[in-house]
Structures are given as C-alpha cells and as structure tokens.
C-alpha cells in the first residue's frame, strides 16, 4: 500500500490518456493503484469539466446488465451534494457506492465491503469524508438533543472527533477511524484490498487523497 501514488495526474497528461480511462465494465480491475488513478483521473475531470464521453442509459444498462466488477469501493456521507459517481466521473457498474451520515463503517457497511471485497474482488477501499459536514459537526458540538436513532449515530462519531482541535480535523480522524475498522476486516485482509481515506471539498470539488492517519 505505501507504493499507491496519490497525487492527481495534470491536466495536460489527463487530456492525453482520456480515452485509455474509458474501461469497459467487463474488464477486472485487480490492481489497486490502477483502481486510484481511476479515481484521481476522474476527479480531476470533475473538476476540470470535461467528464468522459457517455453512453445512454440504456446502453449502460445493456452492458452491465450481466453482472457487475466495480474497480473500487467507496464509503461516503450520505449528504446529497457528495455524490461519488459524479465527483469521480464514473459510470454505471465502476463504482460500488455506500453511504450513511458520516461514512460510518458500521455492520451493514462492513457486510457490504465484505461482498464487494470478497464476491466482486475490488482491490481498493476509500473513505471520502467532505468539509463542512453536518453529521461530524454535530458530533464534534456534543449536542444531545437529536431523535433516539439519529443520536445513536452521532454519539459513535463523537468518539472519533470529541478530542480533535476543530470540525474539520474531527472530520479527517472520523474518516481515520473508519479506515481502521474496514482494514481490521478478515475478508479484507484475505484478500489483500487497500483501503485509504480521502475528503472532499464542498467548494473546489477536489478530493485529496490520504495514505495515512
Ligand atoms: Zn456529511
């Protein structure tokens, strides 16, 4: 894992290799540092706006239609302007999206990863918190005034951020804490996926890329 390139692709190198990013879905990714670049070359697309040629609907539809080989698992906030396949600029079948207030690995998420792990055989696992998130800035205030279940959520983020100097740092060591939890998973482990953290940035789109805690 330490081997895993994170820094993003220039924009002159992204325009030349736009084409060789157009995987089809019947293609395994087993590779995870191919899985990232993925990742990196579509969020630079993002946010560059020149995503990749796409298909209808429909045709997506025909070509995944038979199963799916997501390169890449992403656990991300549930927020509705954090939306993976659109700051990745990925299609139908790339990407195998879970997401809940927080991006919180919690046994249902972890049941997930472990079929996209183990049935699928994605190689790479990220975490992709984003700035100014309402789930971790209201753990971090320590509030207790929420509905039963919702407040059930926000006590297991405040473990991760009560003891950081601000919201936002809370933010990056949640997404820490939830990395360690996913890369602790025997299936996981078995079989050899990476697993990283990431933020998003509400204002530039950017996502950054993080290796370590
Ligand atoms: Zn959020």
């Known amino acids: 894992m330490s081997k895993l390139n994170l820094h993003a692709p220039d924009v002159a190198v992204l325009r030349f290799v736009n084409d060789l990013n157009l995987r089809a879905p019947d293609v ?45 698992v992403i656990l991300t906030c549930a927020d509705s302007r954090v939306s993976p396949e659109i700051y990745f600029d990925q299609k139908m079948g790339d990407i195998f999206v879970l997401r809940n207030a927080g991006n919180v690995a919690d046994p249902s998420v972890i049941g997930s990863i472990e079929f996209a792990v183990g049935a699928l055989g994605a190689p790479l696992i990220v975490v992709v918190g984003h700035s100014k998130c309402g789930a971790v800035y209201s753990a971090y205030s ?62 530039t789109g950017e996502v950054r890329f993080h290796e370590g805690c």
């Open 142 to 203: 320590g509030k207790k005034d929420f509905w039963p279940a919702l407040q059930n959520v926000l006590d297991g983020i405040r473990e991760n951020v009560k003891d950081s100097p601000n919201a936002e740092q809370g933010m990056l060591h949640n997404v820490c804490c939830q990395v360690d939890k996913i890369k602790a998973n025997a299936v996981v482990m078995e079989k050899g996926a990476t697993v990283i953290g990431a933020d998003y940035d509400l204002e």
């Open 28 to 72: 395994t990714v087993t590779d995870s540092q191919v899985a990232l670049n993925y990742l990196k070359e579509g969020n630079l697309r993002f946010v560059n706006d020149i995503p990749m040629p796409r298909n209808t609907n429909k045709a997506d539809m025909e070509i995944t239609k038979n199963g799916q080989k997501p390169f890449a």
